[in-house]
């Protein structure tokens, strides 16, 4: 395996030589068109995009496209870097979503993909923490990290735990984030785990039903779902989007700037 640091240097050297081939031998990059019409820049996901980014004022101001492909490459590179591995196995997290493109702007129909993207993940990753806690009691009890005394008080700790995961997946099957189907094997999962652990204690018998469900087994009764469908949350007044609050956000920066300027200039006058 090769260290984030290691990856970051290749990174860097292959970013200088395809900075020197493009400033040497211009003809290795195919040229970008630098018309009146806004075009985007290619980039290391996506082709190129019409009506994204103008590339015409790099010819207003004298810039090369040949100068800016290394830049789009060096900047996919270490925002590939920078991703935790965490976030490279289930994308579990959303730091590193709305912006990996850098200085390219997404097109209307990225950025809805990416906002359903998020909103998944984010109501996926709530029933998954709420299932950690009872994989995590079912992993010790079974191995012989917790000593209950009976039946009763590994449901009576795991009540609330159970109670809480179901509530969390029913949550999310309604809103339409996973399958009916998706969320009754998630939990019948849990509690497998749970019973196999209690099996192995010698709390319960095995069934001789091969296909009586798990929670029948453990003795615990499932709780009634009476959730409805809600609004998304970007269908609710005054939502803003990761990129409107990053506008804002620079506006805010270049105020306080000019603000700090002005003091400045006050002060040494």
């Known amino acids: 395996m090769v260290s984030a640091s290691g990856v970051g ?4 050297v292959a970013a200088c030589i395809i900075s020197c081939i493009g400033h040497f031998d211009r003809q290795a990059f195919v040229s970008l068109p630098l018309s009146g019409r806004s075009n985007a ?4 996901r996506a082709p190129a995009v019409p009506d994204v980014i103008g590339l015409h004022r790099l010819e207003k101001s004298g810039t090369s ?26 994308l579990g997290s959303c730091d590193t979503m709305y912006f990996r493109r850098g200085l390219l702007i997404y097109p209307p129909r990225a950025k809805k993909n990416l906002r359903n993207r998020a ?10 923490r709420a299932g950690r806690f009872v994989k995590r009691y079912a992993r010790e009890l079974y191995a012989g990290d917790r000593n209950p005394e009976n039946m009763g008080a590994v449901m009576e700790e795991m009540k609330e735990g159970l109670d809480h995961f179901f509530k969390m997946c029913d949550e999310a099957c309604v809103q339409g984030v996973i399958k009916t189907k998706e969320a009754a094997e998630w939990k019948e999962n849990i509690c497998v785990q749970l019973m196999k652990a209690c099996i192995k204690r010698k709390f319960i018998e095995r069934p001789k039903d091969p296909f009586l469900p798990a929670f029948k087994v453990l003795g615990y009764e499932v709780p009634a779902c009476h959730l409805v469908r809600e609004p998304r949350p970007w269908q609710l007044p005054g939502w803003k989007s990761p990129w409107v609050l990053k506008r804002e956000y620079d506006a805010y920066q270049r105020r306080t700037r000019k603000r700090e300027e002005r003091e400045k200039e006050k002060a040494e006058a």
């Open 9 to 12: 240097v290749y990174a860097v």
């Open 41 to 44: 820049a290619t980039t290391l």
């Open 65 to 90: 496209a040949f100068g800016f492909v290394p830049l789009v490459v060096l900047t996919a590179l270490a925002l590939r870097v920078q991703r935790r591995r965490t976030a490279c196995r289930s």
């Open 119 to 128: 909103y998944n993940i984010y109501m996926k990753n709530r029933f998954k």
